[in-house]
């Protein structure tokens, strides 16, 4: 598992192709239009090259089999800020078999490591699985109320 740098753009590329893929398998586009969603994500701002997000690849049996996003989100407190997850995607072939754990557990050691105060995020209450990994990895629950305005 490394941090995605700009060196590792075309790895990151393929990967993102084939996770649109594993998403629509019976759309021939789905491919082109996963590489067109990360190209303009990193045209609006390139994360490759920020000290304020992280993009984490976990690779299983020679290849890219899942990721996580996390920013830093800064406190003007003595806590010093929070890593979020903002994504945690596994492929399809490679759930159930560690990947999502070990980039939990690897965003938690790089909030330690950045003196951070600890990892945040958001899950929704009908994902028991991914409710169940976060509470063993150490997350407590706590009701909130999610707001969201979108542009698009």
Same mark, same amino acid.
């Given at each position: 598992?490394?941090?995605?740098?700009?060196?590792?753009?075309?790895?990151?590329?393929?990967?993102?192709?084939? =996770?649109? !893929?594993? /998403?629509?398998?019976?759309? @021939?586009?789905?491919?082109? *239009? &996963?590489? #067109?969603?990360?190209?303009?994500?990193?045209?609006?701002?390139?994360?490759?090259?920020?000290?304020?997000?992280?993009?984490?690849?976990?690779?299983?049996?020679?290849?890219?089999?899942?990721?996580?996003?996390?920013?830093?989100?800064?406190?003007?407190?003595?806590?010093?800020?929070? =890593?979020? !997850?903002? /994504?945690?995607?596994?492929? @399809?072939?490679?759930?159930? *078999? &560690?990947? #999502?754990?070990?980039?939990?557990?690897?965003?938690?050691?790089?909030?330690?490591?950045?003196?951070?105060?600890?990892?945040?995020?958001?899950?929704?209450?009908?994902?028991?699985?991914?409710?169940?990994?976060?509470?063993?990895?150490?997350?407590?629950?706590?009701?909130?109320?999610?707001?969201?305005?979108?542009?698009?």
């Amino acid at each position: 598992m490394h941090r995605v740098t700009a060196d590792d753009l075309p790895e990151i590329v393929r990967f993102f192709r084939g =996770l649109a !893929v594993a /998403e629509a398998p019976d759309d @021939p586009a789905a491919g082109e *239009r &996963g590489e #067109a969603g990360l190209r303009r994500s990193l045209a609006a701002w390139d994360f490759l090259h920020s000290e304020a997000c992280f993009l984490l690849l976990a690779h299983l049996e020679g290849g890219p089999a899942g990721y996580l996003l996390a920013v830093r989100i800064p406190k003007a407190d003595a806590r010093a800020g929070f =890593l979020f !997850v903002d /994504e945690l995607y596994v492929l @399809p072939t490679f759930r159930r *078999r &560690g990947v #999502a754990r070990a980039l939990v557990e690897r965003v938690q050691a790089l909030a330690v490591e950045l003196g951070l105060a600890g990892v945040r995020l958001l899950v929704r209450p009908g994902n028991e699985a991914a409710r169940r990994l976060y509470r063993q990895c150490g997350f407590e629950e706590h009701e909130t109320i999610f707001c969201e305005w979108q542009v698009l």
